[in-house]
């Protein structure tokens, strides 16, 4: 009973796929002066619609429980942009065939891909200050990405990008 658990203590470590945030921001921002905020109308996000409204809502909520709120007259704007590509292959199969003879000699390689490419994801989060027309905050975030998933997956999955995107902001001094 013992082995099975910690099996499967170790199957959920493992197909939790890492996210990776890289945080920048400006210093001189005093971050109190920021309480509202809105989306972009015209905000190209990259998404599906669908994903698009799940990584909203994960981020209106997140921003709620921070204490902010969304307004038709925000102190900053939120923009958010995203691409997929994928890993470069890692695993081959060499094969390969030679031959010499009398100080004359030859071969040929070729490399076989073992399994599928990863798909990731990078989403790009601004908040920007119109009133000063300047960005003060970004987050990038990178996380593996299955464009096959259920929406039920989906949605834990942006929740949990959300979740570490923001736990930085506002930024400690």
Excluded at 96 to 110: A, E, W
């Amino acid at each position: 009973m013992q082995f099975l658990k910690i099996t499967i203590l170790a199957l959920l470590i493992v197909s939790c796929a890492p996210i990776h945030v890289n945080y920048d921001y400006d210093k001189t921002t005093n971050f109190n002066t920021y309480k509202t905020y809105q989306y972009y109308a015209n905000m190209e996000t990259g998404l599906s619609e669908l994903d698009t409204k799940r990584l909203l809502n994960a981020i209106d909520a997140k921003m709620e429980t921070k204490g902010f709120a969304i307004s038709e007259n925000p102190d900053f704007f939120i923009d958010i942009k995203s691409a997929e590509y994928q890993d470069a292959q890692r695993q081959t199969i060499g094969v390969g065939v030679g031959g010499s003879g009398r100080n004359v000699g030859g071969g040929i390689t070729v490399g076989i891909p073992i399994g599928q490419a990863n798909v990731n994801r990078q989403i790009t989060i601004d908040f920007v200050d119109e009133n000063k027309k300047q960005l003060f905050w970004q987050a990038i975030s990178e996380s593996s990405f299955n464009p096959k998933a259920t929406p039920e997956k989906r949605e834990v999955r942006l929740n949990a990008i959300v979740e570490k995107v923001l736990s930085s902001y506002p930024p400690e001094k």
